[in-house]
Each structure stands twice: as C-alpha cells, then as structure tokens.
C-alpha cells in the first residue's frame, strides 16, 4: 500500500466528481484504464474472459458502478447484471468437464457491489438491496455461476453482512469479502469461517478508530484473519497479491490439512499476471477479478492508490509531449 499522505489524498480523490470529470477528460487516461478494466460493454468483458478461462484461471466479473443514490440506476445495473449472466451461460457452453459444474470453485463468478445495486438509497435501501442481489443470484444460480459479495467502506459493513447472512438461507454458496485492515474483522472471520468468503487487506479510507493504519498492522491482521479462514470449514478466497501472504496461506493450508482444491487464490486483473500463471501451474485455484463497465473512476483511483509505481505510471502519462 502507498504509505504517507498520497493514499489517503488518492482515496478522497477517488471520490470526487470534480476529480472525475477533470480525469475522464485526459487523452492519456483510458490506456492506463485499459490496464485494469476490462473495457466498457459486456462483449469487451465476455472477450477478456475468454483467454483466462482457456489458461486454467477462473474468473470473478464484476460491472463497475457504486454509491447509487439513484433507484433508476440500481434498476438498470440489475437489469445490466441479468444480461451478463445470460450472455455468460451462453459463453459457458464453450468450457467443458468439470470447469462447467456449479462449485464453490466454479470457473464463473459475479462480484456484485450492493451500494451500485441501491443500499445507499435514503429510503428502504437495505431491503431495496438485498431485493435487488437476490434477483441477481437466482439468474445466476440458473446460468452456474457464483455469487460474492463485494466490501465497500465500514459504515455499510453491519448492512452488507446482514444482506449476506438473510440470503445464504436460499443460496448458501453466497460469498462475501472480508477486510483485513477492519479492527473488527477478526471476529467476523470467526463468525463466517464456515462459508466462502474472500479475504483481502481493504482498499478504502477509513478512520484509526475503525481500522489500522499501518501497513504492519495490516499485513499481521490478515495473517491472522487467513489463519482463522483456513482453520476453518469453509471455502478461503485469498485476495492478495502480496508474496507473503500468499506464502503463508500455502503454509496454513498444509497445516489445517486443506489440499489445493479447498481454497483459492484470488488477483485483480491486470496485476502480477506472471504470478496468476505460476500459481495455477503449481496446481492452485486462481480466480481473476474482471472489472468492466464505464464507471470506473472510484476503481481505478483506489488502484493507482494502493501502489506507487502505479500512481507514477499515471503522472508521467500525463506529462504533455
Ligand atoms: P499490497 O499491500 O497492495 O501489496 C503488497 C505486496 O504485493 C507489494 O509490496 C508487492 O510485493 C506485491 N504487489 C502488489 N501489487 C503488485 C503489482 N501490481 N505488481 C507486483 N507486485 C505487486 N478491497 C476492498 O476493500 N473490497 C473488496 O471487495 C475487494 N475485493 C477484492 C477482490 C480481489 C480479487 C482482490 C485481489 C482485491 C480486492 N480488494 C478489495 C482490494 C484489496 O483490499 C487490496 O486493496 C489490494 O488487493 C491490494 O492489496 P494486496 O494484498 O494485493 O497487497
């Protein structure tokens, strides 16, 4: 993570409109968004994914948008979602063997953010939320694929928990994601050890009472939180691109007797594909995250924020001449 004052600057930035428009603006930006994001319509996604399916990694898709306050726009990112996973039960007929069946570690995925899907809304957003999720993971349960749930910032923890919990009644292979660098989330491991759930160190600005601040700190909470998940009964998702956390969780898994296919490792596209494809010839798991979509400011931001020579590569494309 970027130490110092550029991240927390970069993660406020990723929330300004202003900064948004300024940014969008930029010739040299997309090239840089291309290196994240998948592109900007379904078929640019379908055609990414592609390739990564035919080398042996999963794939997680998510369709980038965030904070709706808009019920129209929820409408229509449901709606964008239940295209996705038509198009991808077509696409699916393409893979065969034991890549199509419907398993915790089924080569398809959907990543759903629930503040894109309306949990933001003033009124009813919670249950416009879990509404709107449910109607995502019944399409998506009839086009074999899984379901995870996305963590945004801590004031939306306790709802997107509760959201997760009412619909693992109907659709227990439901994932979520845990962050690490929440002080809380230690428990919260304990509470859902049993189930899938992907860890990772936490991508936003949160405030010291709420979440630890040094990177130290974060990498010795995620060591910990990987160890309760891999001591576990559930199904760990290892979202992390850090060689020493991937270290460790091949070691806990030796040491809780979990073999290669009782958890998988998890990277965002675009970062560290080298390592992707040397986990997955090692006999791992290795899940793809594959944004896409045309709102993907606040994504991109929290990138460029989480490493500085990406923030570099960035300044330097803006350099004129
Ligand atoms: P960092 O602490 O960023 O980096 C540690 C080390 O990893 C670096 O020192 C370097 O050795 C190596 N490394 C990292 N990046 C690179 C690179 N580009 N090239 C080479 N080496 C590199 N966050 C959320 O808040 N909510 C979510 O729902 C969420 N979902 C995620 C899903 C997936 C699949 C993944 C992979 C991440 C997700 N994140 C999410 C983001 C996550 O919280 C971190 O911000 C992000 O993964 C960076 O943390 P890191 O563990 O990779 O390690």
């Given at each position: 993570m970027t130490n110092g004052l550029l991240r927390p600057a970069m993660l406020a930035a990723a929330r300004s409109a202003r900064l948004e428009r300024t940014v969008r603006r930029m010739p040299s930006t997309r090239r840089l968004v291309d290196r994240f994001v998948a592109g900007d319509t379904e078929e640019q996604a379908i055609a990414a994914a592609t390739p990564l399916l035919e080398s042996g990694r999963r794939i997680s898709i998510d369709y980038l948008g965030e904070d709706t306050t808009d019920i129209g726009q929820a409408r229509a990112t449901v709606k964008h979602y239940l295209e996705l996973l038509s198009a991808l039960a077509h696409a699916q007929a393409a893979f065969s063997g034991d890549q199509t069946a419907v398993t915790p570690a089924g080569p398809l995925e959907v990543s759903l953010k629930l503040s894109a899907l309306g949990q933001a809304l003033p009124r009813d957003g919670h249950r416009i939320a879990l509404d709107h999720a449910a109607e995502i993971c019944a399409a998506a349960q009839a086009a074999a694929a899984m379901v995870t749930i996305d963590a945004e910032d801590h004031t939306t923890t306790d709802s997107t928990l509760s959201i997760v919990r009412e619909l693992r009644g109907e659709f227990p292979d439901l994932g979520t994601v845990l962050q690490a660098y929440l002080k809380r989330t230690e428990a919260d491991c304990q509470e859902l050890a049993g189930s899938r759930i992907r860890l990772c160190k936490g991508a936003y600005r949160e405030p010291a009472d709420v979440a630890y601040q040094r990177r130290a700190e974060v990498d010795e909470a995620y060591l910990r939180c990987l160890r309760i998940l891999m001591a576990g009964e559930g199904y760990p998702?290892?979202?992390?691109?850090?060689p020493r956390m991937i270290d460790a969780a091949q070691r806990y898994a030796r040491e809780t007797g979990?073999?290669?296919?009782d958890f998988e490792f998890q990277m965002l596209h675009g970062i560290r594909d080298d390592e992707q494809r040397r986990l997955v010839k090692a006999g791992h798991r290795l899940r793809v995250y594959l944004p896409y979509g045309d709102q993907w400011y606040g994504y991109f931001m929290r990138r460029l924020a989480e490493r500085p020579a990406n923030l570099v590569f960035f300044l330097r494309a803006l350099r004129p001449g």
């Open positions: 998702m290892v979202a992390t691109h850090d979990r073999d290669t296919g």
